[in-house]
């Protein structure tokens, strides 16, 4: 069996099409056709009124919060499992990241936690959608309206998740979506922001750009950023959106067939999804109840690579302090038995029944 990495991106369809003709015409900026094209598939797909397409999803990230008004002074509630970056671009605003703990069954954030968390400085709460499992919407925007807070959602590992019957990246004010190789739809490196408020489009367009005035060029209407993603990025984006149907409809079936096949295994427990949600597959994931590294470093001496669950925030040194001082149960149970299993849509039956196989080898 040959090496079989946690991701890797699909490029069949126009991709190469698309980017010859930004090569022949010329259009290799951020200036050009596709950028458009790809912001309103992408908008279109999440049923939003606007987007912005971004370098990264770490730069939309940055550019939501900005938009928002977000500053020191300020708190914003962000779940203590994540991947780094919300926290990151918090702080690189001034303002200071509020650690609050997960629900055990979704993963994501606890409206309960935010609930406990919210103060007089807070200014918004950072939704993250883990693995393809979508928050709790309903309760957390119960929670988000008691306080008159926006909600930014980062929906970076879920395109095309589902909570309530409606899909990831409406929800929030603004809606942050990553384009990374390993993600659900890739540009190689790109993002973007979602959001129904043309004043808010608006804003994050003018960061994204130099704040140069629209009507008046050389005219800086605010100190800025050049967030923008390329023509060329673009163009594998609007192919990659041609497929994204597929690509989930894939991905469904390794899901189901990964939960086929490591069902009932003694020590490995399945995810479970909560009752509203229609999540995707982004990363397989699972939980081992005893020695998950042990699991990991064998599966690789296989050729499986794998991937541990994030660490929690506020067990590294540099992030302590925002914890405030508390236990995160649950992000800790979370961290130190999950583990993502390979997950893409060209993985085949015969590699997860490879997969399969050694994980209940080595779980005996
Ligand atoms: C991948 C990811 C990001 C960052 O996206 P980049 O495009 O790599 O900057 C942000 N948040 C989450 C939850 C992610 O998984």
Redesign the pocket.
């Known amino acids: 069996m040959n090496f079989i990495p946690l991701a890797k991106p699909v490029l069949k369809g126009n991709e190469k099409k698309y980017v010859s003709q930004c090569l022949k015409n010329e259009w290799i900026s951020s200036k050009g056709d596709f950028v458009r094209a790809f912001e309103e598939s992408f908008s279109r797909f999440c049923q939003r009124k606007y987007a912005v397409a971004a370098t990264?999803?770490?730069t939309a990230?940055h550019l939501a919060l900005l938009s928002l008004g977000v500053g020191p002074g300020d708190e914003i509630i962000v779940p203590d499992l994540?991947?780094i970056?919300?926290v990151n671009m918090i702080i690189q605003t001034g303002a200071r990241p509020v650690l609050a703990d997960v629900d055990p069954d979704s993963w994501t954030l606890s409206a309960e936690e935010v609930e406990r968390k919210v103060t007089s400085k807070t200014k918004a709460i950072i939704v993250?959608h883990l693995y393809g499992m979508p928050a709790k919407m309903k309760e957390l925007e119960r929670i988000a309206r008691k306080h008159r807070l926006p909600i930014i959602e980062?929906a970076?590992?879920a395109h095309g998740a589902y909570s309530h019957g409606r899909i990831t990246g409406s929800f929030g004010e603004v809606s942050c979506f990553?384009?990374?190789g390993n993600?659900i739809i890739t540009t190689g490196?790109g993002?973007i922001c979602l959001t129904n408020k043309k004043s808010l489009a608006d804003k994050i367009r003018l960061l994204a750009s130099h704040g140069m005035d629209p009507q008046k060029k050389y005219n800086h209407k605010a100190i800025a950023f050049n967030y923008r993603l390329t023509n060329l990025q673009a163009a594998i984006g609007l192919a990659q959106m041609e497929q994204i149907d597929s690509f989930l409809e894939k991905r469904q079936a390794i899901a189901s067939f990964y939960s086929e096949l490591l069902s009932g295994i003694k020590g490995i427990i399945l995810p479970f999804y909560h009752g509203e949600a229609k999540p995707v597959c982004w990363l397989y994931s699972v939980l081992v109840e005893k020695e998950r590294d042990f699991l990991v470093k064998e599966l690789l001496d296989a050729g499986i690579e794998t991937r541990p669950f994030f660490i929690p925030v506020h067990k590294m040194a540099l992030y302590q302090g925002y914890g405030g001082g508390e236990k995160f149960p649950r992000a800790e149970f979370l961290s130190t038995r999950g583990i993502n299993l390979p997950t893409y849509p060209g993985l085949t039956k015969n590699e997860i029944r490879y997969i399969a196989g050694k994980i209940k080898e080595i779980i005996k």
């Open positions: 990264n999803g770490t990230l994540t991947f970056s919300p993250v980062d970076a590992e990553s384009f990374f993600k490196e993002g």
